[in-house]
């Protein structure tokens, strides 16, 4: 089955920053890269995905990439504010299999 | 429309009771799975089931299981609780296939065993 990996675990930038959060993936037939953000407390809410007929996608502050070859896609969230505080999923669709998580803090 | 529901949100047992939790997905969605999360375990995809059949089921032992309802409302039952099976129970729902959608989930029941 697939197997992703997620880091870091935990991510600590001060507001304005720029933060990134990679994962890797095993299945090389897996083509659905979604992003989830779970605020404590709350349910895991579907951020950005990405399908694998593209390299990049992007929503205002965020956007993923994706390498298919080296079988990693990345996270980028820019000008960061305190509410982008929460843990960041990864996950790809063999099973929906997510990676660890990373605990983002944004400082004011 | 009304989002996923899980009941209940909070359960306390006491080690080798069982216990089941249940979700209804959202109007429409054939697809129910479900997750336990625990602190740096991240989310563990436990089984899927669509049109009441199991499609897909995780590394879990044979004493987690679940079943689908004709209107697409799912439980999860697990049965001989250990203290370790302490989590938050997430379900989410999708339309159809779960892997290459939107899945969304609901607020989960957190469990503890004592």
């Known amino acids: 089955g697939e197997n992703v990996e997620q880091h870091p675990s935990t991510l600590s930038v001060q507001e304005g920053d720029s933060a990134v959060i990679k994962c890797t993936y095993s299945?090389?037939?897996?083509?659905?890269f979604p992003w989830y953000k779970q605020e404590l407390g709350k349910r895991p809410q579907l951020i950005i995905d990405?399908?694998?007929?593209?390299g990049e996608k992007k929503d205002q502050r965020i956007a993923v990439t994706l390498n298919k070859t080296a079988k990693h896609f990345s996270l980028h969230i820019t000008e960061t504010q305190p509410e982008d505080s929460a843990v960041y999923f990864c996950?790809?669709?063999?099973?929906?299999?997510f990676g660890q998580g990373t605990i983002l803090t944004v400082h004011p | 429309k009304a989002g996923v529901t899980q009941t209940p949100r909070y359960l306390i047992k006491t080690r080798g009771q069982q216990v089941t939790l249940s979700c209804s997905p959202i109007?429409?969605?054939?697809?129910v799975s479900w997750y336990q999360q625990t602190p740096g375990q991240g989310l563990q995809f436990l089984f899927e089931?669509?049109?009441?059949?199991?499609?897909n089921k995780g590394n879990f032992p044979g004493r987690f299981s679940g079943r689908q309802f004709s209107n697409s409302r799912s439980e999860m039952n697990v049965s001989t609780l250990e203290l370790g099976d302490s989590a938050l129970y997430l379900c989410?729902?999708?339309?159809?296939?779960?892997?290459?959608?939107?899945?969304?989930f609901g607020q989960g029941t957190r469990l503890t065993v004592v």
């Open positions: 990405i399908r694998s007929n593209v």
């Open positions: 996950a790809a669709n063999d099973r929906l299999t």
């Open positions: 989410a729902s999708t339309i159809g296939g779960m892997w290459n959608t939107e899945a969304f």
């Open positions: 089931y669509f049109s009441e059949t199991q499609r």
């Open positions: 299945d090389s037939a897996s083509n659905y």
């Open positions: 109007s429409g969605h054939r697809s």
